[in-house]
């Protein structure tokens, strides 16, 4: 598909709650989209998991980049080769954090990183992984991310994801999606897994 073939019209779709999946719907549509031929951008707000499974098939498709800007994991090199798996020890989440300054600075970049790729226009669909986290801890503002969806040209889908969005970018959503937790492994003790949570 060439830049002609662009979407006839591009809207801007949430993947809210307290449910498990918000992620995964996203790159499902990420998916669906490459499939078609369409040029998709990942962005993954406080995400430094090099280890995930979503970044090893996208290294096979040439229309679909995962950008991820977070701190990393202290293990992911073991991870990675499959000699140990995800401890969930929290140490690459902010929230584990003794200092936002370092998370801060993945943000900033992340958000002039979004702002380039939404102001080229070049891409069909662009996905903000967990930009609320971002917001919820403070790292960007509601009038940042209504700037980001402004900036999206009328033919760009604009995926955002994330808990407890608030209510001012909801409404500037032509999809909302609330993912709500009736169960979850975790409650059981079961940790997450490779090639399922991440």
């Not at 989209?33 to 998709?40: D, E, I, Q, R």
């Not at 996905?127 to 980001?148: H, K, M, P, Q």
């Not at 909801?170 to 999606?177: F, S």
Request: glycine share 10%.
């Amino acid at each position: 598909m060439n830049l002609e073939n662009k979407l006839s019209q591009g809207l801007v779709q949430i993947y809210t709650g307290d449910g498990k999946g918000k992620t995964t719907a996203a790159l499902g549509l990420a998916l669906r989209a490459a499939g078609h031929g369409l040029k998709v951008e990942v962005i993954q707000y406080l995400k430094g998991s090099t280890y995930t499974g979503e970044l090893y098939s996208t290294e096979m498709l040439a229309n679909l980049n995962i950008k991820q800007f977070g701190k990393g994991c202290s293990y992911a090199a073991l991870i990675k080769q499959g000699l140990m798996d995800c401890t969930g020890c929290g140490d690459c989440f902010i929230k584990n954090s003794k200092s936002k300054e370092v998370h801060q600075k993945f943000i900033d970049w992340a958000h002039e990183y979004t702002k380039e790729i939404l102001k080229e226009g070049k891409k069909d669909i662009v996905v903000l992984d967990e930009i609320n986290n971002a917001l919820r801890y403070e790292l960007l503002s509601i009038e940042d991310v209504l700037g980001l969806i402004e900036l999206k040209s009328e033919q760009t889908e604009l995926i955002l994801t994330g808990r407890g969005m608030p209510q001012e970018i909801l409404e500037r959503a032509d999809l909302v999606t609330e993912m709500k937790a009736i169960k979850h492994p975790y409650q059981q003790g079961i940790k997450s897994r490779r090639g399922i949570e991440y």
